[in-house]
Nanobody
Framework: QVQLVESGGGLVQAGGSLRLSCAAS????????MGWFREAPGKDRELVAA????????YYADSVEGRFTISRDNAKNTVYLQMNSPMPEDTPVYYC?????????????????WGRGTQLTVSS
């Protein structure tokens, strides 16, 4: 089984910056895409960004395009989400997950049980 541990959340002022990290461990596939998701209270979980194994394919939700950057370090089995100029609506809990296929991430089809996530709070 794959374990996912998200970290890096906290309190940030609107217009500031923050970097989230997600480390995968356990029985990870040899190659896998990863994605960042977020879930606000009372709303469905949504995909924020996705990245293929090589980093050659990247997706961003329209709401974060130009402000957030996803990257990964395959040697560390870690994916990052650099958040620049966060806004109060970026506040919810952030989760990461993975799948062997990049397009499955975009379809919200993931391989691993969800981790605990990391909470982001953006103050205005």
């Amino acid at each position: 089984q794959v374990q996912l541990v998200e970290s890096g959340g906290g309190l940030v002022q609107a217009g500031g910056s923050l970097r989230l990290s997600c480390a995968a461990s356990g029985r990870t596939p040899s190659r896998y895409a990863m994605g960042w998701f977020r879930e606000a209270p009372g709303k469905d979980r949504e995909l924020v960004a996705a990245i293929s194994w090589s980093g050659g394919r990247i997706y961003y939700a329209d709401s974060v395009e130009g402000r957030f950057t996803i990257s990964r370090d395959n040697a560390k089995n870690t994916v990052y989400l650099q958040m620049n100029s966060p806004m109060p609506e970026d506040t919810p809990v952030y989760y990461c997950n993975l799948d062997r296929e990049y397009y499955n991430i975009q379809r919200m089809r993931v391989l691993s049980p969800w981790g605990r996530g990391t909470q982001l709070t953006v103050s205005s």
